[in-house]
């Protein structure tokens, strides 16, 4: 700090930037020092000696020097040692194809030989047979993945709480559709009975005109729910019945299901256990080997990354064949080796299927291959089913689903009708009340109209209201007068859209997109491709076929238990 404090006494025109670094140099000091300070006095409480009593900072050395001499000497170094005369090259590259034909040679005689060890072992069942015996037991790979598929997504016994979800849909349904219809029915009683009291009076469209495109829909959605049910039924029925064939499926592990070779129940001579282990013994050096195999192509292909005979090409000139005849003979240890190897196999070979003959005639072999190869298909046809009842069960949820949304819509649509019908209502009641001098409504609520209405005398002259039948679709149909107040409004969705596809099947054996007996037939001229419902798309192609617009769409024939089915797309399912 004095040295900086004498330092700016001479700063007077340096440049600006020296003095700033001056200046924050100095205020550095500052800071650290205060804080030196600071922490001696509460923790450290050392004595400070005097800046004079310390001896002078000794300077750093930055830089190494090097002298010239050591940098230009090039007595260590080999300016040409890459460079390879023209012919050494063409011998060396000739002796390295000389090398590899050899090694490549040699490699697939190994490959060979292992390949024949696998084939004839496979073909004698062993070593399966052996685990077998030792209660090691395994199913072939594709057919254990589907078996872990089948476990993982909740095996047989999880199908019933899937069937569940199938009722219970169904019965969410149901009951939907009947609130629908109850609502319609209801709104039809009141026009009726007003009809009925106020006669030619009462002018507004008649329920059962302006809902039977509604109501034909709703009936639709009902032969559709019929059809579903039975479709439920023929799922239940199937699973049931196919059950004690998929129980197998719940085994865990599943090889417990599996049989096992058992020792004879009399033996003669009690040699059973002397040839298990001279078979074993056969398989062990049979695996030691297939080792041996491994342990001698490694060791061809490090000499051949280790032969390097580049300098004595260099050295020496004229032919090469004398060098190359020496140098490829390294290589042949290795490859009588290999040859006696591949021998001592195929001895070994006859030896272990005279060995297998024994021990399959001791231990009863064939009956047990053929239970086993009998358990095998029964697990894969048990695979097989499971997949199929359980892309039913998708289907059946993903068309209850559907339909419930659709069904909602429809609701929905009804209660605007209604709400509509209503305003219609009291324009009426004010229309007529001002035609019927000294004749007064009460507008607190639709009872007391009602009660009102039953004191006005019928009208001879109107025609008798018809009796109550199906209802349906919102619409006014050609020649009603469509005065304010009576139409329908422009902003409201249409009532006359396409519906979800009919989901059901009868007893027999469906096909899926059929038409049975009973099922419900499209009238002439009405298109039965339209989409489930408005922005809906389905998962089939039909669904979504372009077709001619009609005023009446049709149902789709009913999903069936059999067929192909689409990935789940709803949110409402999730297997378990």
């Not at 959605?221 to 064939?245: H, M, P, Q, T, W």
């Not at 009690?270 to 056969?282: F, M, P, R, T, Y």
């Not at 507008?443 to 109209?449: D, E, V």
């Not at 019928?458 to 109550?468: F, G, L, M, Q, R």
């Amino acid at each position: 700090m004095s040295a900086l404090a004498d330092a700016k006494k001479t700063t007077k025109g340096v440049a600006a930037q020296l003095l700033d670094s001056v200046n924050k140099l100095e205020s550095n000091m500052k800071t650290n020092l205060e804080r030196a300070m600071k922490e001696n006095d509460r923790v450290y409480l050392m004595r400070v000696p005097a800046a004079g009593s310390l001896g002078a900072l000794p300077a750093a050395s930055l830089v190494k020097p090097t002298s010239l001499a050591e940098v230009l000497d090039a007595s260590k170094e080999r300016l040409f040692s890459s460079l390879v005369p023209d012919g050494s090259m063409k011998a060396l590259s000739k002796y390295t194809e000389m090398v590899d034909n050899s090694i490549r040679t040699q490699a697939e005689k190994l490959q060979q030989a292992s390949e024949i060890t696998r084939v004839r072992l496979k073909e004698m069942d062993l070593p399966d047979s052996i685990l077998s015996l030792e209660g090691n037991i395994t199913l072939p790979m594709d057919l254990k993945e589907d078996v872990e598929a089948v476990q993982i997504s909740g095996g047989p016994a999880g199908l019933e709480s899937e069937l569940q979800q199938l009722r219970d849909l169904s019965r969410v349904n149901q009951e939907l559709l009947v609130q629908t219809e109850e609502l319609l029915q209801k709104e039809a009683n009141e026009d009726a009975q007003f009809r009925t009291q106020f006669g030619s009076r009462w002018t507004r469209p008649q329920s059962s005109t302006l809902t039977k495109n509604i109501q034909d829909r709703l009936n639709l959605f009902a032969s559709n729910l019929k059809r579903a049910a039975d479709s439920d039924s023929l799922i239940e029925r199937g699973v049931k019945e196919n059950y004690s064939l998929m129980s197998i499926l719940d085994k865990r592990p599943i090889e417990s299901a599996l049989p096992s070779i058992s020792r004879p129940i009399m033996s003669l001579d009690g040699n059973e256990d002397a040839i298990v282990g001279a078979l074993k013994q056969s398989l062990r050096q049979l695996e030691s080997l297939g080792a041996q195999r491994a342990g001698l192509e490694d060791m061809l292909k490090e000499m051949k990354r280790k032969d390097d005979i580049l300098p004595k090409l260099m050295v020496g000139v004229g032919s090469h064949d004398d060098l190359f005849k020496k140098e490829i003979a390294k290589y042949d240890p290795i490859c009588a080796d290999i040859a006696d190897n591949i021998v001592a196999q195929e001895q070994l070979l006859l030896q272990i299927q005279a060995q297998n003959e024994q021990f399959a005639a001791v231990f009863n072999l064939e009956d047990y291959k053929a239970a086993r190869e009998r358990c095998y298909k029964q697990i894969a046809a048990a695979v097989v089913k499971y997949q199929e009842f359980k892309k039913n069960i998708n289907e059946g949820l993903n068309f209850y689903v559907t339909l419930q949304e659709a069904i909602g819509k429809i609701k929905q649509q009804c209660s605007d009708f209604i709400m509509t019908r209503n305003i219609q209502c009291r324009e009426m009641m004010e229309d007529v009340q001002r035609k019927l001098p000294g004749f007064r409504f009460s507008s607190s609520s639709r009872s007391s109209m009602q009660r009102n209405a039953a004191s006005v005398p019928p009208d001879e002259s109107s025609p008798s209201p018809p009796p109550p039948h199906a209802q349906a679709p919102y619409a006014s149909p050609p020649g009603v007068d469509s005065r304010h107040g009576y139409s329908q409004p422009e902003a409201r969705p249409a009532y006359s859209q396409p519906y979800p596809p009919s989901y059901g099947a009868t007893p027999q054996q469906p096909t899926y997109g059929a038409q049975h007996p009973g099922q419900y037939q499209p009238p002439p001229g009405h298109d039965c491709g339209q989409p489930a419902y408005p922005g809906w798309r389905g998962p089939y192609p039909y669904y979504n076929a372009p077709q001619p617009q009609q005023s009446v769409p049709c149902p789709q024939a009913p999903y069936n238990a059999t067929g192909a089915y689409p990935p789940h797309q709803s949110n409402y399912y999730r297997p378990q």
